[in-house]
């Protein structure tokens, strides 16, 4: 229903009242109709105010229709998966089996985390996470790439990452003690030579900035390096 239409049919019921000659119990009647008239129209503005905003609540090349068409989980990941699984395991750092194992245990969890306006799948928020922590991109590269909001790839990400923890540190965290850690440290230093080891990390997870030194001193630093 149109809130102009209601308006109009409001303000012709206004004057007639005013000329109307008809006993106190019908003005009341009439009366009591345009009271209702009011709170219709006020309903039908604030609902096509909220309509307007939610129409500007998500950026055009970020919404539910573009993500289908051009987000990569529905469609890079989706042909690494049946057609290169190499650089499906390149992208996420595991392959499509231990993926969908992955994602049936922290699937539950993760769906009741995206019930939002505009819900985005489990396996979506598992992928942005997972490819983030791969390739250590920034979140706004992330956003781009699955298209979605950054501050909703920032909230997925640490969200996603909580539920990661909470579901498999009994499975995969050894317990925390001096016995466990010594017994960590002797396989690494016996199998790789690397002594006083208790673990090993994949990946980009360092994200070095520009230095605040004359670049004469990075030049310096960058040949020592090399």
């Not at 605040?212 to 020592?224: A, D, M, N, R, T």
Request: with cysteine.
């Amino acid at each position: 229903m149109d809130s102009n239409l209601v308006l109009a049919v409001l303000v012709n019921k206004l004057q007639k009242w005013r000329k109307l000659k008809a006993t106190l119990q019908h003005r009341k009647i009439e009366k009591r109709n345009i009271a209702k008239l009011i709170v219709l129209w006020k309903l039908l503005v604030e609902r096509k105010r909220k309509e307007e905003n939610q129409r500007t609540w998500v950026r055009p090349i970020f919404t539910e229709l573009r993500r289908y068409l051009q987000g990569a989980s529905d469609n890079l990941v989706v042909e690494m998966e049946l057609q290169d699984k190499e650089m499906f395991y390149n992208y996420c750092r595991m392959s499509t089996e231990v993926f969908e194992q992955l994602l049936n245990i922290v699937g539950p969890f993760l769906n009741k985390h995206s019930v939002v306006r505009d819900p985005i799948p489990a396996r979506t928020w598992l992928l942005v996470c997972l490819r983030y922590l791969a390739s250590g991109d920034n979140m706004a590269s992330i956003a781009y790439t699955f298209r979605i909001g950054t501050s909703t790839v920032s909230k997925i990400i640490n969200e996603t990452c909580d539920i990661l923890w909470n579901s498999l540190r009994e499975s995969v965290m050894p317990p925390i003690n001096e016995e466990s850690w010594l017994k960590i440290a002797d396989e690494f230093e016996r199998k790789w030579n690397f002594p006083h080891c208790i673990g090993a990390i994949d990946g980009k997870h360092v994200i070095l900035q520009v230095s605040f030194f004359p670049e004469f001193i990075c030049h310096l630093f960058v040949l020592k390096s090399a």
